[in-house]
């Protein structure tokens, strides 16, 4: 199992910028697929980004295509979203995620995950 401690968030005015980082211990980020994910309060879990094992494919939600990118520096087994163009609805406690075992569920799916940071506040205000 690997653990998944995310930072880098906080709160930033509509138009801002913020990057959100991920450290895993235990496992290498290129051995599976890793995702972002956010739930505002109130809703349901949201898929944000995914990266393949390779790094090569990224995927990401509609309501952040273009805005945000997921990348990864395995030398320091990390993982990274960079947000730009902050809007208030961005505004959620964003999760860092892992899969725990290779598996064909979707990567838009949070049941692709098993192993899942405690989650990062991120306040856009207006």
């Known amino acids: 199992q690997v653990q998944l401690t995310e930072s880098g968030g906080g709160l930033v005015q509509a138009g801002g910028s913020l990057r959100l980082s991920c450290a895993a211990s235990?496992?290498?980020?290129?051995?599976?697929?890793v995702g972002w994910f956010r739930q505002a309060p109130g809703k349901e879990r949201e898929f944000v980004a995914a990266m393949g094992r390779s790094g090569a494919n990224t995927v990401y939600g509609d309501s952040v295509k273009g805005r945000f990118t997921i990348s990864r520096d395995t030398a320091k087994n990390m993982l990274y979203l960079q947000m730009e163009s902050l809007k208030p609805e961005d505004t959620a406690v964003y999760y860092c995620?892992?899969?725990?075992?290779?598996?064909?569920?979707?990567?838009?799916?949070?049941?692709?995950?098993?192993?899942w940071g405690q989650g990062t506040q991120v306040t856009v205000s207006s």
């Open positions: 235990g496992r290498t980020f290129s051995a599976f697929t």
């Open positions: 995620a892992a899969e725990s075992s290779f598996n064909t569920r979707s990567v838009y799916s949070t049941t692709k995950y098993g192993d």
